[in-house]
Structures are given as structure tokens and as C-alpha cells.
């Protein structure tokens, strides 16, 4: 049984809900009068749902879907979408959004005012957000900014300095709220009077990560926060989750920065989503090629990645696609002030001394010099073709193929099985977001 519908109708919350924080110009009492039908069909279709998106679509509504539903008028679901419907009930739902009312938790449905208008537009948009804190901020100069959950110093410093640097120009940092290069934006953010929205992958009353409960009290206590899901509350942090959640980190923004990625890096996910969103990818370039902690920035600037090397890239790639919102005036900074060439004249003598002594170094004779040979890594096994099957037989045909031929482009998946680009793209995502596959760079898809 969920959190929210233990013993009473009103569901019993956790601590941090106790302690939340009213939200700015959002109660959360203001509620959209389907409100119920919507938290219905999330209960029902879970987050990203397909089938979910076809009702809309063809009833037009959350209750003439519900209605649907429930007059026996809709033949196209599955099994466990049906035993979803007899599970859930509509006195369910209610008893969700009287919990939010409760606890200053806002629920905004696709068809709410509130409604980020950056998320209508992407593919499958999420039909209801929870939220807390200032959801006029979605609506801001947005930059979302993902990576490692254990960066480097140098990706730590890069980030903290170029949040710095936007500081200045308007900009509303988005991010995912994890451990490592979410949480230094986030407050880097805040210690620099920025906005900053935290999208999820948990519901919006799980503390979690606990490590980063501080920084969510900061961010609606001062009032320049907003936090957001599209789990219902109770919903804990599990791995399919995250696919689900960085379509909306990047749907969010004007543009996406990857500050630190491995090869196998859920940052990559993002980035892939900002892709295919039409969103500009940044990635901050290796501090070292051969450290496998950036490995999978390389790709994706070989691909045509913005190199990012201090803010006013990001200021630039704006300006090109709206210059209404970015000022001239930011354009013009010193060299001085980038991430990369330093911060001031003071280092300026540090850098000169290293010089030196690089110099100096040269001129000591090395005793048998020899080149170090980098050892070619070793090509992965491509995994067995077992494991569980998704419901659709065309789904199935895609995931068994890439179970046998291991990471493929998604062109060579479309003509290996002779099936439309479009459906092979629509089934993909949809395969991703359900866990059985993960998208990589450069249109890659790998089975998990």
C-alpha cells in the first residue's frame, strides 16, 4: 500500500511533507476540477504511458477516457493495463489530491494554465505534474545542466564557474537533483541569487537523496525554487524511473549542458532527449581523453556537440535562436573571466611559474625514453537473447534484434527488420522508458 493511503482516507505523510513549505503564487487548494480523473489515469498508466497518450488523443479528455474506460468502451488495452483499471479506484485518486491539498503539493494536468509550455510540445508530454515551489520559473530563461554523480574537481569547478558566469544574464538552472553535478548546480544556483528547478524521478514527498534534503528546504524557503515530478506521491526512486524523468530535464530548457559523462552515463540519455527535441547539446570537453569518466563526451562532440568552454557559448547558441532574450552586453566578457582561461590576473603568476618550471624540467636528460602503450580495450560480449519479453509483438521483434546484433544504429534497426523509421523510433522510446533498452549517442541503441 502506498504512503498516502494508510490508515485514513487522507493518506499519512512522510516528514518532509509535514514540513513543506507554501508554495509562491501556486496553492496547491486551486485545483483543476478533473483533477481526480487525471491522478486516476496516472495511477492506472504509470508515467510516459503510449496508451495513455492514444486516449487522449481520441476521447479528448481525462474523464471522457475515464468514462470510457469505465463503459467498457475502450478494447485496445492490455492485461495489465486491465488489471490496472480494477486495481485503482476513482475514491484512490481523490484521496491523492486531497494529500496534496494538504501538504502544499500543486497537481497541474496538461490542460492546466500552470503547465510548463516548453513540455506541451515534446513527445509524450507528462499529463500531470506534482509540484512545489514557483512554477512561473519554468516559464524563465532556462539552461539544464546534468553529469557524473561522482564528478572530478575539474568538472565540479567548471560547473560552480560557469553557473557563476549566467548568474548575471537571467538564465534559471534546471536539473535532476541527484548526488554530484545536479546538486553543485543547484547550488551554485542558489548561492548565486539564481532560480533553479529540480525534476525528479521519485515522487515529490520521498526524500530523496536524503544527502540533498538541506538543498531542497533552501530552495522553497528562499523562494527561488521549484520542484517537480511526474510520479505520483509514494513513488520510489527505481531505475526505470530516470529514462522517464530526463525527458522532461530536457524539455524544460532551451538547451542542455553535459558537464561529465561516462560511456554508459544516464547524462547521455538527456542529452539524446534534448536531440530529439530539437534542444542545443553542450559538453564541457575532457580534462583528460584517456580518463574513462569523460568518455562519453567524445562522441558526442564528434557528432556536433556545442564544445562549451565558458558562458558566453551558451550565450551565443541562445542569442542565434532568440535574441530577444539574451542582452548584447553579456556577450562581451574578458577572456580573463572564462572557465577555461582562469579567473583573473591573479593567476596569472601561478601560470607563468608553471611554465618555468615546465621549461626547466625539459632540460633534464630522461634515461630511455619509451612511449607508453595504451591497451586497446577488449569489445563486449553481446548479450545472451534471453530475459523478459514486452507485450508488443513489434517491441519484441526490435528487443530480441538488438539482443542478438548487440548496439545498433537505429536505421540499421529499421532495415534489419523492414519496419518504418517512425515506428522504430516510436517503439524505441517507448522500450526505453520501460527499461528494456537504453538509447546511446549518435542514434545507438543497446539492450539491457
Known amino acids: 500500500m502506498q504512503p498516502w493511503l494508510r490508515d485514513c482516507s487522507c493518506g499519512r505523510c512522510p516528514d518532509i511533507c509535514e514540513r513543506g513549505v507554501s508554495m509562491s503564487a501556486n496553492s496547491a487548494t486551486e485545483q483543476h476540477q478533473d483533477i481526480q480523473y487525471w491522478v486516476w489515469l496516472s495511477l492506472v498508466f504509470g508515467a510516459a504511458s503510449q496508451t495513455l497518450a492514444r486516449l487522449l488523443r481520441r476521447y479528448g479528455s481525462a474523464k ?22 480494477k486495481k485503482h479506484t476513482l475514491h484512490m485518486a481523490e484521496s491523492i489530491v486531497y494529500f496534496c491539498s494538504k ?45 557524473a554523480r561522482r564528478p572530478s574537481p575539474y568538472s565540479e569547478k567548471v560547473v560552480h564557474t560557469l553557473v557563476q558566469q549566467l548568474s548575471p544574464c537571467g538564465f534559471t538552472i534546471v536539473s535532476g537533483f541527484a ?10 544556483a542558489l548561492q548565486y541569487e ?52 530526463n525527458r522532461i530535464l530536457s524539455g524544460l530548457s532551451y538547451g542542455t549542458v553535459v558537464a561529465e559523462a561516462s560511456a554508459r552515463s544516464g547524462s547521455l540519455v538527456t542529452a539524446n ?21 569523460y568518455a562519453g563526451v567524445v562522441p558526442m562532440l564528434r557528432e556536433g556537440a556545442v564544445p562549451l568552454f565558458d558562458h558566453q557559448d551558451v550565450l551565443y547558441a541562445y542569442y542565434l535562436s532568440m535574441p530577444q532574450r539574451i542582452r548584447l552586453a553579456d556577450l562581451e566578457v574578458p577572456a580573463a573571466q572564462s ?110
Do not use: W
Not at 471522457?64 to 483499471?85: C, F, H, K, W
Not at 548526488?179 to 551554485?188: C, L
Open 64 to 85: 471522457t477516457v475515464y468514462d470510457a474506460i469505465m463503459g467498457a468502451q475502450v478494447s485496445d488495452l492490455t492485461p495489465t493495463e486491465r488489471n490496472q483499471v
Open 103 to 147: 501538504n502544499n503539493i500543486a497537481l497541474v494536468s496538461i490542460e492546466d494554465d500552470r503547465y510548463p509550455s516548453l513540455l506541451r510540445d515534446i513527445y509524450l508530454p507528462p499529463v500531470l505534474l506534482t509540484a512545489q515551489g514557483d512554477l512561473r520559473l519554468a516559464e524563465t530563461l532556462t539552461l539544464t545542466i546534468v553529469g
Open 179 to 188: 548526488m554530484g553535478i545536479d546538486a553543485i548546480a543547484h547550488n551554485a
Open 194 to 245: 539564481m532560480p533553479t528547478i529540480a525534476v525528479l524521478g521519485c515522487g515529490i514527498n520521498v526524500n530523496y537523496p536524503k544527502e540533498n534534503n538541506e538543498l531542497r528546504n533552501r530552495m522553497l524557503s528562499e523562494g527561488k525554487g521549484l520542484i517537480l515530478s511526474e510520479f505520483l506521491p509514494g513513488t520510489q526512486p527505481v531505475p526505470p524511473n530516470f529514462p522517464k524523468r
Open 273 to 293: 532527449c534534448a536531440l530529439e527535441q530539437g534542444k542545443t547539446v553542450f559538453c564541457v570537453p575532457p580534462h583528460d581523453l584517456f580518463d574513462a569518466r
Open 339 to 448: 572557465v577555461v582561461y582562469g579567473h583573473g590576473k591573479e593567476d596569472a603568476p601561478k601560470a607563468q611559474s608553471a611554465q618555468e618550471t615546465d621549461l626547466r624540467e625539459a632540460d633534464t636528460p630522461i634515461a630511455n625514453p619509451s612511449p607508453k602503450e595504451v591497451p586497446i580495450p577488449e569489445p563486449e560480449p553481446v548479450p545472451a537473447a534471453t530475459g523478459p519479453m514486452p507485450e508488443s509483438e513489434r517491441e519484441c521483434s526490435i528487443l530480441q534484434f538488438l539482443r542478438t546484433h548487440g548496439d545498433t544504429h537505429v536505421n540499421d534497426i529499421a532495415d534489419g527488420l523492414d519496419l518504418a523509421l517512425g515506428d522504430v523510433l516510436e517503439d524505441l522510446m517507448s522500450l526505453e522508458l520501460d527499461g528494456y533498452v537504453e538509447s546511446l549517442f549518435g542514434k545507438q541503441y543497446r539492450a539491457l
